[in-house]
């Protein structure tokens, strides 16, 4: 009976740690959205902390690497990560880059998920330099734009849109942002998170939400 009683257990604990760890016991819950209002205060313009719902990034108009006109409508429909660089800069920004690097290799089957860099130093980060730097990191033109423009506008984008660095400055010449933060945004322009783009677990924990919000756009397309 003893020899018979091994086996069994044997076999339970197979069944049981399947159960547990296979692909479809693991967290697929969808990442939240994120409003002016659930983020900390000091990220998030004056006008805008009571907002509670609703929030959508802004409109934008840039120039991308190739020197081509980069809007909102070019990423219609797309998940995408954003974050705010400048070429010269020799801390975060290279690790930065490189883990943008590694996500579009990750999702590089997935025309759902698009990339988008935008300059902090834009009288520095010609189309000349970006171009340059965008082929260090083997940047895909149709995936990943790394994106120069007017100043006022992309210190805007970063203050009141994406809340990816503390809101001080005006934009002007004397104004400068640095920040490490990578910021989600899903198919409606809706925030989904935002992920310290220098750090291994946080670029981990980002993949796990594309990849969320993926299976959940697919679900919906194919429902349709």
């Known amino acids: 009976m003893k020899k018979l009683l091994f086996p069994i257990a044997i076999l339970i604990l197979f069944i049981v740690a399947i159960y547990f760890f296979s692909p479809s016991k693991v967290n697929t819950s969808e990442p939240p959205i994120y409003n002016p209002a659930d983020l900390n205060p000091a990220l998030v313009d004056l006008s805008l902390h009571d907002i509670g719902q609703g929030h959508r990034v802004m409109d934008f108009s840039l120039i991308n690497q190739n020197g081509d006109t980069i809007t909102q409508k070019d990423y219609d429909g797309s998940i995408y990560v954003t974050d705010f660089f400048f070429t010269r800069c020799p801390s975060i920004c290279p690790l930065m880059s490189f883990n943008m690097a590694q996500i579009q290799e ?84 809706q925030i989904r998170g935002i992920y310290d783009g220098t750090k291994k677990e946080e670029i981990s924990r980002l993949v796990d939400d594309i990849n969320s919000l993926l299976k959940k756009q697919r679900s919906q397309l194919s429902a349709k």
Do not use: C, M
Request: neutral net charge.
């Open 106 to 189: 990750i999702f590089k089957q997935d025309d759902e998920l698009k990339l988008l860099s935008l300059s902090v130093t834009p009288e520095f980060d010609s189309v000349a330099v970006l171009k340059k730097y965008a082929l260090k990191y083997k940047a895909n033109p149709s995936k990943w734009n790394i994106t120069t423009g007017d100043k006022d506008h992309i210190y805007t984008l970063a203050r009141k849109s994406y809340f990816a660095v503390l809101n001080e400055g005006d934009g002007g010449l004397q104004d400068f942002i640095h920040t490490p933060n990578f910021i989600l945004v899903d198919s409606q322009k």
